[in-house]
């Protein structure tokens, strides 16, 4: 009979040599990238997992940029409640572009220029988290855009706008510039302190739209900071505290407010800039209105625990949105009927005597196209908060989010004023 021993023992020779290249591949794998394996409970608990890094949207050029829109954010909500609304953030759309980008950055700059510390300061126990803000942005941009944005020996190239960037330390200017000249994005930065309550330690916010500046928020923790929001004390304080103090970096998150305005400004919107009992000139064109969207994202960086709060402003004119089925009802709805409190933090007052005959005016022209039904209920969109026409999925094509009713309403404006 014939010994099986030696036999079997060579055929496992190829079997064991393939586990012991699969235990290895695996273990430089996750060592290469701790965001390449689902990392176990314990280091989400611990705060240690990262969100998943951005799929480089390959065909995103400079020339491409030009023509690019930025998703298209309807957050318009009946009934309205102060809510705290937030989504969970696909990681993919932290620093979102658009054919906007170059104006928003050099504007930003100049307002930083003109205004010294008033929209961008920082207190020392901030700086850590600052470079560390920095660095994910730059590592961020470099991932996602890879056609827009190229590390270099010394930092980053910026092939939008052509700025060579130098981020060798010592920084040759504040840290907080190179990120305001980076994105389209307002930072806050917040961290923890001893008493468990967190406090604004950095902040650079050009872009406010309605010259909220810094200086006294600087050091202050959130609930100062949202005094003046409406009903913050019984809506929001109990539910952001609880929500803060379970944030994980691995849980990064968007929201997004809205108000209207007839100007692009970013520091502060006309609304912003009247007197009290002032109202927007008469003759201002109705198509100059604009819903300006504070587009939010909120999350935590795992070396410092800061939490990072980014906004930016997105404009969308109420031409561009008249043929969206609802938008003009709704606006309508929240002008007249939303919460008092909220109605005059926004400013509605300001404008709504003039707004709403527009208004009226493109819900019969929906009603006329039979777009809506004259006695449809005026509620939320399946959709929210974003355009019916939304297509998740254009994330991966660098195609952008035109707006499909746009040429047409451009081709048909609203002939009043
Ligand atoms: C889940 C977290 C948060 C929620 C739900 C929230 C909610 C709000 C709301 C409702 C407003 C009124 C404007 C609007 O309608 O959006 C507001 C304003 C504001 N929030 Fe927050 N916020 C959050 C986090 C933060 C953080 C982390 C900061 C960082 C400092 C911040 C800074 C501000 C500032 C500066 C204003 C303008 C306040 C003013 O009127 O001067 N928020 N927030």
Known sequence: MIDPTPFFGLQLVPVVAILIWLVYSYLVKKRASPTASKPVASEKDAGLELPPDPTPLENLTPEKLKGYDDRPWRPFRWPYHQTMSIFKLDMNHWLDMDKWYERYVNEKMDIIRKTGKEYCDSLPDGDDAVEELLETVVNHLIMRY???????????????????????????????????????????????????????????????????????????????????????????????????????????????????????????????????????????????????????????????QAIIFSNHPIFYSIEEMKDEPFVPSMLKKVVLEGPEKILKYKGFEKCDQH????????????????????????????????????????????????????KKAQEEPEKMH
Request: glycine content about 6%; hydrophobic content about 35%.
């Open 355 to 406: 707004l709403i005959p527009y208004l009226d005016r493109l819900i019969q022209r929906q009603i006329d196209l039979g777009i809506i039904q004259a006695d449809d209920p005026v509620r939320t969109r399946p959709s929210y908060p974003f355009a019916d026409w939304y297509d998740p999925n254009e994330k991966h094509t660098g195609n952008g989010y035109a707006n499909p009713f746009y």
């Open 146 to 304: 890879p056609k827009l944005f190229v590390k270099t020996h010394i930092g980053l190239d910026n092939l939008v706008t052509g700025e060579k960037m130098d981020l060798r330390k010592p920084f040759k200017e504040p840290p907080l510039h190179y990120l305001a000249r980076l994105t389209k994005e307002d930072f806050y930065i917040v961290k923890k302190r001893e008493d468990g309550r967190h406090y604004l330690v950095a902040a650079v916010v050009p872009a406010p739209g309605g010259f909220f500046g810094v200086q006294n928020k600087m050091g202050q923790h959130l609930d100062v900071i949202h005094h003046e929001v409406p009903y913050y004390e019984e809506k929001l304080k109990v539910s952001m505290e609880r929500w803060f103090a379970r944030m994980k970096p691995a849980d990064p998150v968007e929201r997004a407010s809205w108000f209207i305005c007839w100007d692009h400004e970013l520091l502060c919107n006309g609304i912003y800039a009247l007197g009290p009992g002032e109202t927007v000139p008469d003759d201002t064109s109705y198509l100059k209105y604009n819903v300006r969207v504070c587009r939010q994202t909120l999350r935590r960086l795992p070396k410092s």
